[in-house]
């Protein structure tokens, strides 16, 4: 993977740049992102090992805009021949396409942000990683199960790119990923852990598999409950998808801009404990789609929302900046933000009461722990899951709860419940005085796709609203 010559990318961007200035002419305005992805994959069902797959492709990504018309392209095919037919069939492209008065012009060359050292936070170990390491991980989750059954995966992914453009930016870099998701189930119950991390090293497979076998056993002869709003204890697997809808639909640029976003700048829309954070190297390239470096960006400090994210098209129509949001699909679907992290609540005394490791002979852990012995009544939720939009400008969301929902009464938990439906406002849940408390130790989890990773603490929420039973 990684032994591939670094600045191939480049090279590979800067060749096109060149094609496309000979056969689009000299005004013609391109962008260009060579990137090498490989990701390797070992799953386990019925506790053991099943599968083991590996991929790796390098895309060339071209963007024109000529005689005031955009078109785009890409292709695999990275030979000669390859290139020259790429460029010939975005020209060719362009020349159909209907004026594009929303052209937001090229990025100027800027240099890569201080903290985006070319090997910065990169583990080489992980980007080349095979089945053995990945399959000890697996068997150290089985076991820690301890017979009961398990499904999962283990991954590793690797990823390097450049940038040119004609207007002189040209920028490069890499990254590495391993992350584990895991389920453990026994007599219907099933109980999850997952985490991402930079290096496979990190990822402790006793640890997680004892966790996901502690909630598979706490999860039997689960009762129901009436709908109702309830507070709760969401655990970091469930905040990512808070952190997830968000970063879609709330934090989108293109959203804010045309007032589908509930952002407003400036106001305090947020609990003064939420403070969300965009963290992108490391986990991603260190740079967008458009060649503009990616940097660290505070979308909300202290419950007050600051910033959204931007690509070049939404940063023009809403009269700011890029924030190195780019993407394929960004100027239709809107820059995302993929790398969130909810800040976890200071350490200070007792604090490491909140910590502690994955595992534990109950259905709480870590930071979740301390935060269930501060609620009266309420439920602990390990994950959401199916979740989808019913009103965008709300950020209103309907639901289900996955892998584990327990009852919790004068701090303790004290009975396993069937998932649940739920209808909630995001941004309502976390509004001013409705965060109760958040944990201390923040876990960083794996979303479905792979280089895409949210950072969470567990949160004590005040409301939640469940509108019904998964069975009925």
């Given amino acids: 993977m990684s032994e591939r010559s670094v600045g191939a990318e480049l090279d590979l961007a800067a060749r096109v740049v060149d094609l496309t200035r000979r056969l689009a002419g000299p005004h013609a305005e391109a962008e260009v992102v060579a990137a090498h992805s490989a990701e390797a994959l070992t799953r386990f069902a019925n506790s053991a090992i099943h599968q083991n797959v590996a991929d790796a492709t390098t895309t060339v990504r071209l963007r024109l805009h000529v005689d005031g018309r955009t078109a785009g392209g890409s292709t695999t095919v990275t030979d000669a021949g390859g290139l020259q037919a790429l460029v010939e069939r975005t020209v060719a492209a362009a020349r159909l396409s209907p004026p594009d008065s929303t052209w937001p012009g090229l990025t100027a060359p800027t240099p890569l942000s201080a903290d985006a050292d070319f090997d910065s936070d990169f583990d080489e170990a992980t980007a080349t990683a095979g089945p053995q390491e990945r399959a000890a991980r697996v068997r150290d989750f089985v076991q820690a199960a301890g017979g009961l059954e398990t499904a999962g ?45 930079a290096r496979l090293t990190d990822l402790d497979g006793a640890s997680l598999g004892a966790r996901a076998a502690a909630k598979a056993r706490a999860g039997g002869r689960p009762i129901e409950l009436p709908p109702g709003r309830y507070e709760v204890v969401l655990e970091p697997t469930a905040v990512a998808d808070l952190l997830d809808n968000l970063a879609g639909f709330g934090f989108n640029g293109k959203a804010f801009a045309q007032h589908q976003s509930f952002a407003e700048l400036g106001a305090q829309q947020f609990d003064e404990r939420i403070t969300i954070v965009d963290e992108p190297l490391g986990a991603t390239l260190p740079f ?21 994210s931007h690509d070049r098209t939404s940063a023009a129509e809403a009269g700011g900046v890029s924030t190195g949001h780019g993407s394929a699909g960004s100027r239709s679907w809107g820059p995302i933000a993929v790398n969130l992290r909810l800040a976890g609540a200071s350490a200070g005394p007792g604090a490491s009461a909140a910590g502690g490791p994955a595992g534990g002979d109950g259905p709480t852990a870590g930071s979740a722990r301390a935060l269930v012995a501060g609620m009266r009544r309420g439920l602990l939720v390990t994950d959401l899951w199916y979740t989808r939009v019913l009103d965008q400008k709300s950020l209103v969301v309907t639901g289900l709860t996955r892998n584990g929902v327990w009852l919790v009464e004068d701090g303790e938990v004290t009975a396993a419940v069937g998932n649940m439906r739920f209808t909630q406002s995001y941004p309502q849940a976390l509004g001013p005085g409705a965060v109760l408390a958040v944990g201390a130790e923040e876990v960083s989890l794996p979303d479905r796709w792979s280089g895409v990773r949210y950072t969470a603490p567990a949160l004590h929420l005040a409301s939640w609203n469940i509108t019904g039973n998964a069975s009925g």
């Fill in 288 to 308: 967008d789609a458009e060649g503009t470096p990616r940097g660290n960006l505070v979308l909300v400090s202290d419950g007050v929302t600051r910033a959204v």
């Fill in 153 to 197: 995966f283990c991954r590793t992914t690797y990823a390097s790119g450049g940038f040119a453009n004609t207007l002189g930016q040209a920028v490069q870099g890499r990254s590495a990923e391993a992350a584990m998701d895991g389920i453990a189930r026994l007599d219907g119950a099933d109980g999850v852990a997952r985490r991402a991390a």
